[in-house]
């Protein structure tokens, strides 16, 4: 499939890395995703923020890390990773603590632009 036939699916990941399935079960579809050749994006919002940190002390809890997992999206050509920045702020995350150099920090405008633009929505 050529990249003009591509949809634009955004993955949203909302929740926390740990109490739940649902940030583990947004990173496992869109690494799935990634085989069908579509033009992929991430945007981590609310709690969804906190999979975003270094050094995440998981193991205390019996969990694989998050840090450890978001450095592979590049390799599965997932290069648009946006953060919003009203969840950081609120959060008192600043972009520095991120495992993650190459987000893009947006703003809740720029949120209603990026829906916009998709074809596809998976929120998690």
Same mark, same amino acid.
């Given at each position: ?9 955004? &993955?949203? !990941? ?6 739940? !399935?649902? =940030?583990?079960?947004?990173?496992? $579809?869109?690494?799935?995703?990634? $085989?069908?050749? +579509? +033009? ?13 940190? $270094? ?10 890390? &998050? ?9 599965? *050509? ?10 950081? *702020? ?6 520095? *603590?991120?495992?993650? *150099? ?5 703003? !809740?405008? $720029?949120?209603?632009?990026?829906? =916009?633009?998709?074809? +596809?929505?998976?929120? &998690?």
């Amino acid at each position: 499939m050529n990249k003009k036939s591509a949809k634009k699916i955004l &993955f949203i !990941s909302r929740h926390a890395p740990y109490g739940s !399935s649902l =940030a583990k079960d947004a990173l496992d $579809a869109i690494l799935a995703s990634s $085989a069908y050749d +579509q +033009q992929l994006s991430i945007l981590f919002m609310d709690d969804g923020v906190f999979q975003l940190l $270094a050094n995440q002390a998981a193991s205390e809890i019996a969990q694989k890390s &998050f840090s450890s997992l978001l450095p592979v999206l590049p390799l599965y *050509e997932i290069n648009s990773i946006y953060v919003h920045g009203e969840s950081l *702020e609120k959060r008192q995350i600043t972009i520095n *603590e991120l495992v993650l *150099e190459s987000v893009q920090i947006i703003d !809740s405008a $720029a949120i209603c632009r990026l829906l =916009a633009q998709q074809d +596809q929505l998976l929120s &998690f």
